[in-house]
Each structure stands twice: as structure tokens, then as C-alpha cells.
């Protein structure tokens, strides 16, 4: 095989392995559904929240899950009672007894299957309650939209894509000066007794 082709071939091996590491790291994983759901009016209190993702959470061990979840009111209170727990996709958190009409936000975080924490906020209400209001930098009151989500969990998708990008270019950069070299090194060598 011509030196030409050894090195077009190592490129195209390199192009193939980059873009096949790219494609998985850009895809964190997400909240797929949850019980309440964004904007959801409940009749009464629930007595847990429950969500579910695209794939499976990271878990460090028993007692460390990942997980943080708050149920919160307009005063700040959390509704949370006890540990929140992981078992595969799906995230619980058991809610105290007796919460009250008004509107509630749902505030978790949690670290996806590849490692990075992804977060959202997930606005309901008990009752006939306005939603919660949050005030903004301006202290101007807000709603809350639908399945709000922290704004790290997107931004950091397409840095990660453009990262490893520039991490398999240099790696091809670097196996194709090896291979220059190696081909240089193993030229056969002319001396003044060969001519």
C-alpha cells in the first residue's frame, strides 16, 4: 500500500472514531414524564413525586444518590420528607402531609447516565391556586413555564459535541505526524558507498 493511501486511510479512521464518540456525548439524557405533571392541577396534596428520564441514572452508592429534589411553595418551604430515591430511570421523593391550596414548584437535579448533572424545575398546583410566582432579577413577578429547565442542561450539549470534535482532530493530527515520521524513520537509507 502506496505511503498516499496508508495515510487517507488513517484519516478515514479517524473521521469514522471521532464522529462515533461525538454523536453519544451529545445526547444527555431528560425528563421524559412526571407525576405532577408541568402544569398539572391536583385536586388535593400529592404524597409523592415521581419522574422518569430517557435513561439511567447515575448512582454513586446507597447513601449518595445523585438526586436532589424540592418541592417548594411561595414562602420557600420544602414538602420533601425523607431520602429521595433512584431505581434506574425513575426518581421518587415522598412529600409531608398536609400541604395546603397554593402553587408549587418541583426543583430537581440529577446526574445523568454519562455523567453530567442535568436539572429542571416542574411547576403544579393544589387546588384552585394561582400558580407560584417567582420573582425575577428585576423583582418583577413571573410564571414559571412548563418543565423549565436549568439552562447548563442544553448549553453544555454542543460545548461537549464541539470539544470532542477538536479532541478527534487533534488526535488525527497527531497519528498522522506519527505516521509521516515512522514512514521517515524507516526509509531505507542512501550512502556515499551505495552510489
Known sequence: MSPVRRIAAGLALATIATLAIATPASA???LVSSSPA????????????????S???????ESLTGAVVMVVDASGKDWVSGDVTVA???VTARLEAGMPVAGYQVRWQVVSEDGHPIAGVIPFTVGDAEPMQVPTSGDTATTSSAGEEQPDQNATGSSTTL???????????????????IRFLRRPRT????L
Open 28 to 30: 444527555h439524557d431528560q
Open 163 to 181: 470539544r470532542v470534535l477538536l479532541i478527534g482532530a487533534g488526535g488525527a493530527a497527531v497519528a498522522v505526524l506519527l505516521l509521516v515520521l
Open 38 to 53: 408541568a402544569d398539572e392541577q391536583l385536586a388535593a396534596a400529592p404524597e409523592d413525586i415521581t419522574m422518569s428520564f
Open 191 to 194: 550512502t556515499a558507498d551505495d
Open 55 to 61: 435513561g439511567e441514572l447515575l448512582v454513586l452508592d
Open 88 to 90: 434506574g430511570r425513575t
